[in-house]
């Protein structure tokens, strides 16, 4: 029986909803077209992914098994699979660098995070613990505005030899000279920030690309969302957006007729409220120009388990990984990037990249190659 081995840094609420996911559909195969884009990607199903390694830096996590981990506070993203058997993994210290907003670390009971006590691993210690523990991808899941921790992650991967989904906004695969290492190291990588299943951001690229394709003008637009989880407290610190921001804006921008002026467009993390837990609310507003320069609006409300909607797509961008691993394949993965990532290192509407990842994962390299070369 083939397996995926993974190494997850950071057990937040993605981390939870993936592994909780991972054992739903292990023990729920009747429900196996709920939910997922692919059930079976080059012969890997969803529960073939099994956890080798994790690392994570709250005392309430480390030391403990991956399985009770991801139960821990401050996660509190939706509990819809408890019964998940130990893993026989226990969470490592990681390393804090510009992990924790300075704002989290005193902010309430729940929410403050506490570094545990263990000394702080260094490079090789972590590329040795993915190395003898046979992980073949590490998931980056650190949070947004990470951009050592990033870093610090994306060069233990490289050390290690092994593929790297990076899920949050530093960008790693989009940075030519980050991007031009793992090509030189023939190690395939995924990214950079995961698009959810049906999110804010989804949404507002297809209604985009609606507007572009039915000759409707956009003009102004906004996306304005709120949650609970400590995604949204760390984003209140705003000097942590940059990457965020620029992600969610250019996802948009990239699928539109024209690009809006920036005083005409904003998409972002707005605001946290405490009570809505892992649940997140987007609320949505285009204002354009119709047949005979026409003015007409739409508003959109979408309320949705932040966490969860992410991890079916993860799990789709695991196996494209492995399935280049398999291939001898290395670099960025163009075609899974633009279908899963909200800022790959090129663009391409969604029904392009559905048809360039439906390809890769049927064999064809040579569109990828081609996409990676700029050739259209």
Request: aromatic share 8%.
């Amino acid at each position: 029986m083939k397996k995926i081995k993974i190494g997850i840094v950071g057990i937040g609420n993605c981390a939870s909803s993936l592994v909780q996911g991972i054992n739903y559909y292990r023990n729920n195969e009747a429900n196996k077209a709920i939910g997922l884009m692919h059930w079976d990607i080059g012969g890997y199903r969803p529960h073939d992914i099994e956890v080798s390694a994790a690392f994570d830096i709250d005392r309430r996590k480390v030391g403990k098994d991956v399985a009770d981990a991801i139960f821990e506070s401050p996660n509190c993203t939706k509990v819809f699979y408890r019964d998940i058997r130990a893993t026989g993994v226990n969470v490592r210290m990681g390393q804090v660098l510009d992990g924790i907003s300075e704002h989290m670390r005193h902010y309430d009971d729940r929410y403050t995070f506490l570094p545990a006590d263990d000394p702080e691993p260094g490079k090789d210690e972590v590329v040795r613990e993915l190395v003898e523990s046979g992980t073949e991808i590490l998931l980056n899941y650190v949070p947004v505005g990470s951009e050592k921790a990033a870093q610090f992650y994306a060069e233990c991967a490289l050390k290690a030899g092994i593929g790297f989904v990076n899920n949050m906004p530093v960008f790693i695969a989009s940075d030519p000279i980050w991007s031009k290492r793992f090509e030189d190291s023939n190690i395939p990588i995924i990214g950079d920030d995961i698009k959810s299943q049906l999110g804010a951001t989804i949404v507002h690229r297809t209604l985009t690309d609606l507007f572009k394709k039915r000759g409707v003008e956009l003009e102004h637009t906004y996306q304005l969302n709120t949650g609970g989880n400590t995604d949204f407290l760390n984003m209140l610190n705003r000097n942590r957006l940059m990457s965020k921001k620029e992600s969610k804006t250019e996802a948009v921008q990239s699928v539109a007729a024209s690009r809006i002026d920036d005083r005409n467009i904003h998409i972002g993390p707005s605001d946290y409220v405490a009570w809505q837990k892992d649940n997140k609310i987007c609320f949505l507003r285009m204002e354009g120009r119709l047949f005979a320069n026409i003015p007409m609006s739409l508003e959109l409300r979408l309320s949705v388990e932040d966490s969860v909607n992410s991890a079916g797509v993860v799990i789709d961008a695991v196996r494209c990984c492995k399935l280049a691993l398999d291939r001898g394949e290395g670099g960025v993965l163009y075609s899974p990037s633009a279908y899963f990532m909200k800022h790959p290192p090129r663009q391409y509407s969604d029904d392009q990249a559905f048809h360039m990842t439906e390809a890769f994962i049927r064999g064809s390299r040579v569109e990828d190659q081609q996409r990676k070369h700029g050739k259209e």
